[in-house]
């Protein structure tokens, strides 16, 4: 059935001429059915083919697709295509993520606009009910992809939370935690007090905000012999945790302090005695050089508490407001208590002084709430076993980072690494495949849900309530999606993938981590190239946000541009790693892009209908004349460069070299000298229309992967257009052609060399017409001194007439004497000279320039006296005065391009 429509989608294509103007709202959803249907997107197993295949990160499933997912899909669908008609078994392996925190907070929500919540619900009743929003939003995400052409195969689609890669999660962390690399522990960790969650370093935003840094004193308690009470200041940009102080650092090297080390300070407002000790990790310049230790709210502090065996007092609790530690302060929020303590502080003259500071605020990632460092219990994996075999690969060039620069990036972070907090007090994701006996108090860890304890045989066991962080299902993703645990056909076939390509920003968050699972579990890295797009900023170089009021929604674009205007120049704005602008006369630029390629087509497609002689075979084509050979040299270049750059992941730079070929080379010039060349004899017109016709279906092949549906539509005219052998249509399609192949032969570096200069001398003959302001319909003489090259120009005179509207050009090996009244042009080595009785009415167009000098010499005389008037000057914004200064500067530049106009006329 599939198979019978995608052929009428064909045919009823194909049964109309292109139609005047290109509609991508007729065409795209067209082609997109066509492909889906029938199976285009599917992996097809090749002789010659090697697997190709890309696992797409999978976007949250939180809402609608925006910028950041439209140039990671264009990407990676240029990447696919490209490599599908390579003749590679190519797979694009789509699916979304489950998005933990973010999706249980859009549906908490819809609750409580509802006047509930989920602890009312439920657990059970609540994840039912995320799974119904889920069900609704991951349908839309993937019609998003659709609509941006994404050729991904979607009987593959994958989602987090699906049973299998459920089923993977678990067999890691039991692993894991069998190789003692996953342990529970109470350590410090980043908490979220609105989320009410554990959140891992990655997920906090840091934020430089403009705060206050508060120098405080602390009384030292008094040894024997000391008369005079003494003090060691402190400085703090978070005064409310002073209250949980239970020790002050120095920097064992500083001598200022050398003396207070293992002296005993009060702490102000509470009177509590803390310990002064030295420590490696407090920077001398830093504040006084002494530093108070507060170890349950400061990760730093909470490793010098450790080092030091200094208690740890919480102060702030988990819902942000004083515990009962923090005394007089308890129940107050942790920023009112701030506050209050600073006040309490300097009345007691406890303070010595308070500046301006600027602090690196955290803040969560999904809510943006000011995160809390605190002392929790949670899960944690330890992650520098698992990070030296990733440094390894990089270190070993095993391992490709695109651009290069970001090796430094991904090498720091792993030799700086942290254990990672994996477990989240949430309800929505995986959940703790622990569970713990209420009779012995051990756990039990395991890949099935257990109905007793491992250890004593108890059934009174319960599991772990919280789930496990977004980021552990989605870094074991290039192999999970392909049935790991189990030994799959596809895992077999299609692991290690080839590209991972995302955005520099989750370089950390998911690209590393995938990096260390791959190696750790299957003993292969999972792919072998790691290519980084920047940021999609707006025109003003914005990062775009809701706050801003800037953000762009890519299906608005692709409504009113095309879908294939929007992804030429998502791919050709950018470089690998640099942030792009989306500057809208781009998009515009190369709407018209799309149009130029059906205007041309079209004209192709009407001129070539009647000759016949179907689409050769590029390779057979017999150039004959100079435009000929240019073009083709010019086409086999173009293949050799384009195939280059993409294989370099320079998507760009090829996109950009397509579009020079097609809209200059092509359609600008040999189309045009087509129309020259087509009033010859047959054997003439045969030529150059299976040249056009090659040309431009060896153009679609290179464009396809960056316009894709533009390019299907009209290369399947094409081939209606000239009857190919039935066993090719209409189960062919463009998506499926294969690559453009380099044919050296085609290689004319003289042909190049000579067509360069014939352009030029057009060019020059051309600029000359429209400084001249000569009717377009006028041909004028022209006289020309070629040198060496007079049977090459003799050859091309007729596009010199047709292109340049001359007159049968006079040619010379050389002038004797000079041309009078004539304007005189250098191309090369050629002399040109039109003379100017040919091309304009000599006196009328004196007297009207002698008009237009006066009035531009009256213009400069206006202006110059507005700037001698001093009162003007001085008085004027100084930015009036400088236009009026570049007016001067124009109406001068103007003068004297007018008398020089006048001089040629006047001989």
Known sequence: ????????????????????????????????????????????????GKPFVISM????????????????????????????????DTLWVPGEDHAGIATQTVVERQLAKEGTDRHQLGREAFIERVWQWVHQYKHRIQDQHRRLGASCDWSRERFTLDEGLSKAVREVFVTLYNEGLIYRGERIINWCPRCMSALSDLEVNHVDTPGKLTYVRYPL??????????????????????????????????????????????????????????????????????????????????????????????????????????????????YEARKHLVADLEQQGYVVKIEDYTIPIGHCQRCDTVVEPLISKQWFVKMKPLATPAIGAVKAGLLRIVPERFNKTYMDWLENIHDWCISRQLWWGHRIPVWYCDTCGQMTVSREDPTECAHCGSDQIHQDEDVLDTWFSSWLWPFSTLGWPDIT?????????????????????????????????????????????????????????????????????????????????????????????????????????????????????????????????????????????????????????????????????????????????????????????????EAARKNTAAILRAVLDQSLRLLHPYMPFVTEEVWQHLYRLTEPDQSLWPSSALIVAPWPQVHQRFVDEAAEQDFSLLQEVITRIRDARNQMNVEPARRIPVIMAVGDKLTMFEEQVPLIEFLARTQKPELHFA??????????????????????????????ELERLEKEIAQAKQEVSRVQGKLSNQNFVTKAKPEV??????????????????????????G
């Not at 950041?68 to 295509?81: K, M, W, Y």
């Not at 002038?815 to 003379?835: D, R």
């Not at 236009?883 to 006047?906: D, T």
């Open 221 to 334: 308690k008094p040894i024997e012999g000391e008369t005079e009470t003494r003090y060691i200041s402190v400085a703090t940009t978070r005064p409310e945790t002073i209250l949980g102080d239970t020790g002050i650092a120095v920097n064992p090297k500083d001598e200022r302090y050398k003396d207070l080390v293992g002296r005993v300070a009060i702490l102000p407002i509470i009177g509590r005695e803390i310990l002064i000790v030295a420590d490696e990790a407090v920077d001398p310049s830093f504040g006084t050089g002494a530093v108070k230790v507060t170890p349950a709210h400061d990760p730093t502090d909470f490793e010098i508490g450790m080092r030091h065996n200094l208690p740890a007092i919480q102060v702030i609790g988990f819902d942000a407001m004083m515990t009962e530690e923090a005394g007089p302060y308890a129940g107050q929020d942790r």
């Open 1 to 48: 059935m599939a198979e019978q429509e995608n052929t009428a989608i064909i045919q009823a294509s194909s049964a109309a001429e292109l139609p005047k103007a290109y509609e991508p709202q007729a065409v795209e959803g067209k082609w997109y059915r066509f492909w889906e249907e029938g199976g285009y997107f599917k992996p097809r197993p090749r002789p010659s």
């Open 489 to 681: 056909p596809d895992l077999q076939r299609f692991y290690p993938t080839s590209v991972l390509e995302t955005g520099y920003d989750i370089l950390f968050f998911w690209v590393a981590r995938m990096v260390m699972a791959g190696i750790h579990f299957l003993g292969v890295i999972p792919f072998n190239t790691i290519y980084l797009h920047g940021l999609v900023r707006d025109a003003k170089g914005e990062k775009m946000s809701k706050s801003k009021n800037n953000v762009v929604d890519p299906l608005e674009v692709m409504d009113k541009f095309g879908t294939d205007a929007l992804r030429f120049t998502l791919a050709t704005s950018s470089t690998p790693g640099n942030d792009m602008k989306l500057i809208e006369e781009r998009i515009i630029g190369n709407r018209n892009f799309a149009n130029k390629i059906w205007n041309a087509s079209r004209f192709v497609l009407m001129t070539t209908a009647e000759i016949g002689g179907g689409i050769p075979d590029i390779a057979d084509l017999q150039p004959q004349t100079l435009a000929d050979r240019w073009i083709l040299s010019r086409f086999t270049e173009l293949t050799r460069s384009v195939s280059r750059l993409i294989n370099d992941f320079q998507l760009g730079e090829a996109g950009r070299q397509i579009n020079d070929f097609f809209w200059s080379d092509y359609c600008d010039w040999y189309v045009e000298i087509a129309k020259v060349q087509m009033q010859g004899d």
């Open 815 to 844: 002038l004797s004497q000079k041309i009078e009244q004539a304007m005189g042009l250098l191309a090369g080595n050629v002399e040109i000279y039109l003379p100017l009785a040919g091309m304009v009415d000599i006196a009328k």
């Open 881 to 906: 005065v400088a236009k009026e200064r570049e007016k001067l500067a124009a109406a001068e530049e103007r003068v004297s391009k007018l008398l020089e106009r006048h001089a040629q006329l006047a």
């Open 57 to 88: 990160p999978p976007p949250n499933v939180t809402g609608a697709l925006h910028l950041g997912h439209a140039i990671t899909a264009t990407i990676e669908d240029i990447l696919i295509r490209y490599h599908r008609m390579r003749g590679d």
